[in-house]
T-cell receptor
Framework: AQTVTQSQPEMSVQEAETVTLSCTYD???????LFWYKQPPSRQMILVIR??????QNATENRFSVNFQKAAKSFSLKISDSQLGDAAMYFC?????????FGTGTSLTVIP | DGGITQSPKYLFRKEGQNVTLSCEQN?????MYWYRQDPGQGLRLIYY???????QKGDIAEGYSVSREKKESFPLTVTSAQKNPTAFYLC?????????????FGPGTRLTVT
């Protein structure tokens, strides 16, 4: 089975500052996709950003960007200009074949 | 208004009773998934289905059963054999067409068994 590891159970960031959430994954597949999902207190899972493994360019979505290091199997999420609404649980996930594999999550607190 | 519906949002049952969680989608997606979420353990896959009348076990299928008689519906039954059924359950779909593979999630059902 594939594994996705998030080594930071909790993180905090000052409002307007930048924070990076770490994620590593383990796969022997050459074709896969990587995702970051956000789960706010409502518990609705929301897609933050997606990266296709075959693309070398790092994905960006407004204030959210990733640092995709394929050889190191690392996929970190950078949140710039953090806002109070960014406070949530963040899950890293990989997709290959027919299944998704999720990390255990990082709880992000934003300090006003 | 396309999306995934899970009902009810909160469900309470007595130990020893089977309970069925509903998941309906109108996104016309082929693949549907059931996850269990416990504190500190992320999302764990229970069952998934790629097409109607076919489904596969995930990592923690013991004590659960599913059916996929219609493309739109993928109900999950939590049986009395499930040792610790109290959890938050999420249903999800994936389009799989093109290169998206984004997973869309329902709002979840919180099951409490006492």
């Amino acid at each position: 089975a594939q594994t996705v590891t998030q080594s930071q159970p909790e993180m905090s960031v000052q409002e307007a500052e930048t924070v990076t959430l770490s994620c590593t994954y383990d796969t022997s597949e050459s074709d896969y996709y990587l995702f970051w999902y956000k789960q706010p207190p409502s518990r609705q899972m929301i897609l933050v950003i997606r990266q296709e493994a075959y693309k070398q360019q790092n994905a960006t979505e407004n204030r959210f960007s990733v640092n995709f290091q394929k050889a190191a199997k690392s996929f970190s999420l950078k949140i710039s200009d953090s806002q109070l609404g960014d406070a949530a649980m963040y899950f890293c996930a990989s997709f290959t074949g027919n299944q998704f594999y999720f990390g255990t999550g990082t709880s992000l607190t934003v300090i006003p | 208004d396309g999306g995934i519906t899970q009902s009810p949002k909160y469900l309470f049952r007595k130990e020893g009773q089977n309970v069925t969680l509903s998941c309906e989608q109108n996104l016309n997606h082929d693949a549907m998934y059931w996850y269990r979420q416990d504190p500190g353990q992320g999302l764990r896959l229970i069952y998934y289905s790629q097409i109607v009348n076919d489904f596969q076990k995930g990592d923690i299928a013991e004590g659960y059963s599913v059916s996929r008689e219609k493309k739109e519906s993928f109900p999950l039954t939590v049986t009395s054999a499930q040792k610790n059924p109290t959890a938050f359950y999420l249903c999800a779909t994936t389009d799989g067409q093109g290169s998206s593979y984004e997973q869309y999630f329902g709002p979840g059902t919180r099951l409490t068994v006492t």
